[in-house]
């Protein structure tokens, strides 16, 4: 064996004259291939400016001197062009691409294309440096995760995934700010889906917890929100506080009520009775309506031209906690004409006196209808 098998590298043979010659076109050769950085890799041809030491990968089509190189490396040494035949797996930088490339059996591909898949990597850093506490690092000022399209072999979702061994351990996103912690969302500690901020990373406050079995919401730091994770309610309902941490649903129409002038049922209430009907809402209005009849006869005269009804007395429909207001109104039932009005005598919180007023004399009796609202107070 005269060469060697990897390189073709040329042995000294025994009782060989001039040995310096193959000792030093041997080194020659090594100097060509060792650490391999080529100039080009699209020419076909040299250009004839080239200078020893020179290296270029030799394109498709390759004619004049380097005529059926194609995919070779062309080293200029010693003033003359040799062909070198890569190996498969021989990396050489590019210097005009700045890429490595790696040659396959089926010639020169970037290394970029040939690595496409890494495995079992302990460390990795992006425009950083990894190292045991964080060995996966990354440097950056935008980062971007996109779904592989169903034209692309994927199905159009992206779906990012995170574990941990068991309920104490932590799973989180902390956000920090120069370096110090003031966010955290995850599962920490436990299975349920957590919110903790702080003002300095080292004192935490939790400030929403998701409750991993029920899902229902709970606000440790703000007891309003926090009475309201165990509420349910129909239709119409409304949320009623009753103290600093707590809340029940309640009925927006439905019975009013107070204890201390603050409200404590429902927000509005009416209903009807046979003294008439009556509306009550929760900052205490309540407001009254009835109808009563009289009998204006010209046996009863006020003074001068004016006639009255025997009063009568109307009851409220619901009770006000002090004196009201009123306003009447009179109508005729009987289809007789007359001016005629109605006129309160007595009021207070449960009744009011009524009698009917005609202006004028009018052989008949006349029946008026004299209906009333009272507005006032339930508390």
């Known amino acids: 064996m005269e060469n060697t098998t990897n390189l073709n590298l040329p042995y000294i043979m025994p009782s060989q004259a001039q040995k310096h010659v193959t000792h030093n076109e041997a080194l020659s050769l090594l100097d060509a291939v060792i650490q391999l950085s080529v100039r080009d890799r699209d020419l076909t041809e040299p250009s004839g400016t080239e200078s020893d030491g020179e290296r270029y990968i030799v394109a498709e089509g390759a004619t004049g001197a380097w005529l059926d190189w194609d995919g070779a490396i062309a080293a200029r040494i010693d003033g003359s062009w040799q062909r070198i035949a890569p190996h498969v797996g021989w990396i050489a ?8 490339v790696c040659r396959t059996v089926t010639g ?17 850093g992006v425009g950083t440096t990894a190292d045991s506490a964080n060995p996966f690092a990354a440097k950056l000022n935008n980062a971007l995760w996109s779904a592989r399209y169903a034209g692309e072999g994927g199905n159009g979702n992206l779906r990012y995934t995170m574990n941990k061994e068991g309920p104490p351990g932590v799973l989180s996103l ?7 912690g003031r966010a955290e969302i995850g599962l ?9 901020t702080s003002p300095d990373g080292t004192t935490w406050k939790e400030a929403l917890r998701l409750d991993r079995t029920s899902g229902k919401a709970s606000f440790p730091q703000t007891p309003a929100f926090a009475a309201l994770g165990n ?11 009753t103290g600093s941490s707590s809340a029940v649903m309640q009925a927006i129409v439905g019975t009013v009520s107070q204890t201390g002038g603050v409200p404590t049922g429902a927000l509005l209430e009416s209903g009807a009775n046979a003294n008439g009907t ?23 005269v006020v003074t001068g031209w004016f006639y009255n009804s025997t009063p009568c007395t109307a009851t409220f429909a619901a009770a006000f906690s002090a004196v009201p207001q009123i306003i009447f109104n009179a109508n005729r039932s009987d289809g007789l004409g007359a001016v005629r009005l109605t006129a309160c005598t007595v009021l207070n919180t449960t009744t009011t006196g ?14 008026v209808n004299n209906s009333y609202v009272a507005i006032g107070r339930w508390y």
């Open 93 to 100: 930088w590019v210097e005009d691409e700045e890429k490595f």
């Open 108 to 124: 020169w591909f970037d290394l970029s294309e040939t690595l496409l898949t890494l495995q079992n990597l302990h460390l990795l």
């Open 174 to 180: 902390l956000m920090q700010s120069a370096w110090s």
């Open 188 to 196: 920490v500690g436990d299975d349920d889906l957590v919110i903790k």
């Open 231 to 241: 509420l349910t309610g129909g239709n119409g309902a409304f949320v009623r506080f």
């Open 278 to 300: 009556y509306i009550r809402y929760a900052d205490g209005t309540q407001i009254c309506a009835g109808i009563t009849n009289t009998q204006i006869t010209n046996s009863v």
């Open 354 to 367: 009524i009698q009917g007023i005609r202006a004028v004399s009018h052989a008949n009796t006349h029946e």
